[in-house]
């Protein structure tokens, strides 16, 4: 049941449990498992515009966290057998496992119109219609806390031999963290609440704002961080940790109509005119007109409707982007970002170096 009252019929499946959330739609024909695990998703009913889920099943290999939460997956055809030579468990039982209720049957494409047309809208998930109304009713409070509920409560290592990155986890995402370690970077994660100070205690070569799900203007504890540690040492952001690092740099937010959740987003690098397809799942972006009386450049945009998809200040080794350079699902198109981030991280030192010497 929509918040507009509207109503669609299906057939229950996973958890179950009733449940509301924001519903938004994924275009992407696989990656359902990342998708659900993905603590972006928080609070949201996720609905895929492709016909058909669960057709691979579940494997122990692609969650992105450990506890996924999702609110509810909604999908037009849930699949009857899986077959992939990985499969572990259904979708079904999958989501059982993790008290996260699906519903299937349902006309996803009059749904995603809808949605496209509305925009975004709250729903929930329920046996009785009556139900429905108190659990929408009890979101906006619910939706304001889904980072402190994604991100990790206590720091962990993630120990390597190569250059001290400090991961600030707003709802991150585990194949960011396996992008690091393939460049054997010595990762240290921290939570969400994480001062200046704490970070900089690590001494780390560089700092990575994560991804994570809601509002970013609902975690401003961690602009003051972002500033100051900004000034010390390189920092890289993506998804929700863009967003919070322009804020942090005096620029705007805004929520978008239904978001970006895909991983067919074309984005443009400004000053190269390279393309590269990129997955993304956002539902706030950074407005545009906000940057002109900041330090940041514009360095990225996407295609389709020219939202600012990166940013770089212009007096600090630091930049952004919005979209998901670590995939997972989606093409790797965008992966030389963790590169340039290490080699920022280089020059940075060198520079360093040469005003020690000098």
Known sequence: ??????????????????????????????????????????????????????????NFDDD???????????????????????????????????????????DTRSLTKKIRHQGAIRAAIVDHVADAAV?????????????????????????????????????????????LAKRECNVTVLPSTATAQQVLNYQPDGVLLSNGPGDPK????????????????????????????????????????????????PVEEIATKRIDFTSQNHGYAVDAASIENTDLLITHQEINDQTVEGLRHKNYPAFSVQFHPDAAPGPHDASHL?????????????????EENA
């Open 1 to 58: 049941m929509l918040q507009d009252g509207t109503v669609y019929e299906g057939q229950a499946f996973g958890g179950d449990v009733t449940t509301a959330g924001e519903l938004v739609f994924n275009t992407g024909m696989t990656g359902y498992q990342e998708s659900i695990t993905d603590q972006s998703y928080n609070g949201e009913i996720l609905m895929f515009t492709y016909p058909l889920i669960g057709n691979y099943g579940i």
């Open 338 to 354: 963790f590169d340039d981030f290490l080699e920022i991280i280089a020059s940075n030192q060198r520079q360093r170096e040469l």
């Open 64 to 106: 992105e966290s450990v506890a996924p939460t999702t609110a509810g997956v909604v999908v037009h055809e849930l699949a009857r057998k899986a077959s992939n030579w990985r499969n572990r468990l259904s979708l079904d039982d999958f989501l059982k496992q993790h008290e996260i209720p699906g519903i299937q049957g349902i």
């Open 218 to 265: 609902n975690v401003p504890h961690a602009l003051p961080m972002i500033r100051e540690v900004e000034q010390q040492v390189p920092v890289f952001g993506i998804c929700l940790g863009h967003q919070l690092f322009a804020l942090a740099n005096g620029a705007d937010t805004f929520k978008m109509k239904f978001g970006h959740r895909g991983f067919n987003h």
């Open 135 to 179: 659990l929408i009713d009890g979101l906006t409070e619910k939706l304001k806390q889904v980072v402190a509920q994604s991100s990790t409560k206590n720091a962990y290592p993630n120990p390597a031999t190569g250059y001290r990155i400090v991961v600030v986890d707003f709802g991150l995402k585990h194949s960011i963290l396996r992008e």
